[in-house]
């Protein structure tokens, strides 16, 4: 079946391109039923567009929060210069850079040690997932409104350019993101506040801080991948994506809007009107077209991971959970967290899944893995021999050294 790809589908041409290929393929009578099939597959390549267009640059009006509220703009344009913003996981778009700037940049020209520079870069729209708005006070070039986007924790770069700066990969969390350390640059907030978001680290988030002032931060989690799955988050409590995004976009970037779960109590409306409610059919087509990215050549041993692909099936018991072509039974249970090999929650944070709708974990899908270490919703295993040992221990599976070895190499494959 004819799947998009990651790397050929950041384009509305490509986009538009592919769709019509598919349906040139179709109209031609294609000679097998997977043609069929890839037509069905193929999304309307507009929506996609509008949805990659959403990811990247739609603030639901969340402005209220990181502007009115949180005063980020006044940090961002007197304080934070392009180094720090690098620093702390922030990411440029390459592609929205004219020639003269990444000249400037490759000889020195540009200065990366000030403050106006990042308000340049944002007046391109090149900071991933930041949106400002830049407008001349005094003379002079200002911020004078910010908003972030679902790319400040859901894309990454290549790095194509330098580090942090490259072509954008939606759907790839920022690991380098330290999105505590950016929200406690606020000046709007408590000492006791700032001491909880710098306690988080790069690539880690609590998404229910602010709900239930609990902290137990969790590793960002990729978007792609997620086709066919009805279990979204680590604690599956919503059966589709659009629940998530709903719930990232009015709780966590104050989007305008509202969210309501009386499972988990949360009732919250932002604003007057709903700037988010439309444009999930869009999001989530364009987000459930994004793939695993595959591993890169030589990332592996081959023969050691078909080794290990006989261990995940066999004395490992992997394959009990982790079934499917995604690889998780998520569709059909979710596991206690007596079940999972992550908890107890590191630094004495309560269980996450005592935070969340469902009180359980669904078993996380492995497609690209290699992409994305830390593992586990807590970040608990650094590698994937890590995970494997973690595995053989707390299940007391009795691998073989030899076996713990192949079926990390397994893990690093898929
Ligand atoms: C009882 C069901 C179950 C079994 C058996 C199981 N897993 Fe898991 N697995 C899970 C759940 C649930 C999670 C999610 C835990 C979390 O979010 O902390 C998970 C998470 C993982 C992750 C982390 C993925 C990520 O995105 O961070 C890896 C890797 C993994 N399992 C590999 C394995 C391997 C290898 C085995 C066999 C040795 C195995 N699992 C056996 C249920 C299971």
Known sequence: MKRWNQYDRSTVKSLAAASMSV??????????????????????A??????????????????????????????????????TALAIGLKVDADALPASVTLGIRDGSVDLNSPATTVALLKLNAVVGLQGKVEVVDGKDTLTRVGITFALCHSTVDNSFAPGIGKRLDGWANRDL??????????????????????WGKGKYDPRFNQDGENGPQVIPPAYGLEGIHSITSTGDGDDVSYWNRYVG???????????????????????????????????????????????????DADAAARGQRVFAGVGKCISCHSGAQMTDANSRLHLPSEVASEPEPDGAPSYASRSATKRYRTAPLRGLWQHPPYFHNGTAATAEQVVRTYNDKQALGLTEAEVSDLAQYLKSL
Request: proline letters at 8%; a negative charge; charged letters at 15%.
């Open 178 to 199: 330290n999105a505590g350390a950016i929200i406690a640059l606020s000046p709007a907030l408590s000492a006791t506040m700032k001491a909880v978001y710098n306690s």
């Open 46 to 83: 507009r929506l996609l567009a509008d949805g990659q267009a959403l990811f990247r640059f739609d603030t639901f009006g969340d402005e209220l929060h990181w502007t009115d509220t949180l005063r980020m703009h006044e940090v961002i344009r007197s304080a934070v210069d392009p180094t």
């Open 250 to 300: 009015i709780t966590q970037m104050g989007g305008h809007g509202t969210f309501v779960d009386p499972r988990l109590g949360i009732d919250v409306t932002n604003g007057t009107d709903d700037r988010i409610s439309a444009k999930l059919p869009a999001l989530r087509a364009y987000q459930l077209s994004l793939l695993p990215p595959p591993p890169p050549p030589g990332s592996f």
């Open 23 to 44: 349906l040139l393929m179709s109209a031609c009578g294609g000679s097998d039923h997977s043609t069929d099939q890839a037509f069905a597959a193929v999304p309307d």
